[in-house]
């Protein structure tokens, strides 16, 4: 049988089905949270960080994913708070920095409010968010490819660099991948990286409903969890 508890998030006390995440229970009440390494129906790992929050427990603020962050009776949840959003600058800023060329991090860098990049641009092809590993391991149960290396040297790839027999190929982790969207004008040549904005018009009416979900199209690059 479910069970609900009820939370305090942004001053709102919501009815939220035990077992889900706060960045669920947030986004199914309208509330924005932004996130990219989130994807539904999958497991989550807070690989992006996007996704904080404040969690006030014993009058002291806790700042943790809420991809990862379970609903519990009488949490108080704070998702917009000034701290919050100067640390998901930072983060957008250093995805933005790090691969350029995915118009979903353009968008999500244009959601968290970036307006200039202080690092220097690279032009890499995959931010480690974990979508596509996630994907093959949850949904196909093919475990064809998977985080190989430590540090710098981190990537995904085949085991032993090798496309197993085992693999559906069904494209899935592609079309699931951020890195799939380029940006509006193309793809940007090394050297030349800039943060795109163009889509910054969408943030309107967010402006004037700080935290809650606008029904922006900021989030169709990387399939935002608000859409259906």
Request: hydrophobic share 35%; proline share 5%.
């Amino acid at each position: 049988m479910q069970q609900f508890v009820t939370v305090n998030i942004d001053g709102f006390f919501i009815n939220a089905t035990k077992g889900n995440s706060v960045l669920d229970t947030a986004i199914e009440s309208g509330i924005c949270i932004p996130h990219l390494c989130h994807l539904r129906s999958v497991s989550d790992i807070g690989a992006c960080r996007l996704c904080i929050v404040e969690h006030k427990v014993n009058g002291r603020s806790k700042v943790t994913a809420s991809c990862t962050l379970n609903v519990k009776e009488g949490m108080v949840i704070m998702t917009d708070t000034e701290n919050i959003q100067k640390l998901r600058r930072n983060l957008a800023e250093l995805l933005v920095a790090q691969a350029p060329n995915s118009r979903a991090i353009q968008d999500i860098a244009t959601r968290c409010g970036v307006k200039e990049v202080r690092y220097p641009f690279k032009n890499d092809n995959c931010v480690l968010c974990g979508r596509c590993v996630r994907f093959c391991t949850e949904v196909p149960n093919a475990n064809a490819i998977g985080f190989v290396g430590r540090g710098k040297e981190r990537r995904v790839d085949f085991p032993f660099g090798v496309r197993p027999k085992f693999c559906n190929h069904c494209e899935g982790c592609v079309q699931i991948c951020p890195m799939t969207f380029a940006p509006c004008d193309g793809p940007m040549e090394p050297g030349k990286e800039y943060l795109c904005g163009k889509c910054e018009s969408q943030l309107r009416f967010a402006e004037e409903l700080p935290g809650k979900c606008v029904w922006c199209r900021l989030g169709e690059s990387f399939d935002c969890a608000r859409y259906p």
